[in-house]
C-alpha cells in the first residue's frame, strides 16, 4: 500500500512563495511519475504539474507555467512543488498523486494513489 504525506501549505499574501512536499512510502518510488492537482471550491481537480521518474522531463499548466516548479529527491521520496509569484486564483487544495507505470498523465483519474490534500490560500 502506497502512502503519499503532503506538507508546506498555508496562507500566504498574493506575491509570496509557498513549497509544497510530497512524501512517498510503501513502494519504490524512483521509478513512479509524480502529478500535482489541486482543486478550488466549487470547481473541478485540475492538473499543476507532472514529473518523470528521473525529474529528466516536467510538465505544467498553462496557468502555473514560469511560476511553479516541480522536482524531486529519489532518495527522499519526496517530490517537491516551489510556488512562486502566488495569485489570489492559486487558492485551493493541492494534492499530489503517483503513477506507477511511469506515464506522464495529465488527467487525474489516471493516477494510482493520492495524497490526502493540504490547503494553500493566498490572500490579496
Known amino acids: 500500500q502506497v502512502q503519499l504525506v503532503e506538507s508546506g501549505g498555508g496562507l500566504v499574501q498574493a506575491g509570496g512563495s509557498l513549497r509544497l512536499s510530497c512524501a512517498a512510502s510503501g513502494r519504490t518510488f524512483s521509478s513512479c511519475s509524480m502529478g500535482w492537482f489541486r482543486q478550488a471550491p466549487g470547481k473541478e481537480r485540475e492538473f499543476v504539474a507532472v514529473i518523470n521518474w528521473s525529474g529528466g522531463r516536467t510538465s505544467y499548466a498553462d496557468s502555473v507555467k514560469g511560476r511553479f516548479t516541480v522536482s524531486r529527491d529519489n532518495a527522499k521520496n519526496t517530490v517537491y512543488l516551489q510556488m512562486n509569484s502566488l495569485k489570489p486564483e492559486d487558492t485551493a487544495v493541492y494534492y499530489c498523486?503517483?503513477?506507477?507505470?511511469?506515464?506522464?498523465?495529465?488527467?487525474?483519474?489516471?493516477?494510482?494513489?493520492w495524497g490526502q490534500g493540504i490547503q494553500v490560500t493566498v490572500s490579496s
Open positions: 498523486a503517483l503513477d506507477y507505470k511511469g506515464n506522464h498523465y495529465y488527467s487525474a483519474s489516471l493516477y494510482d494513489y
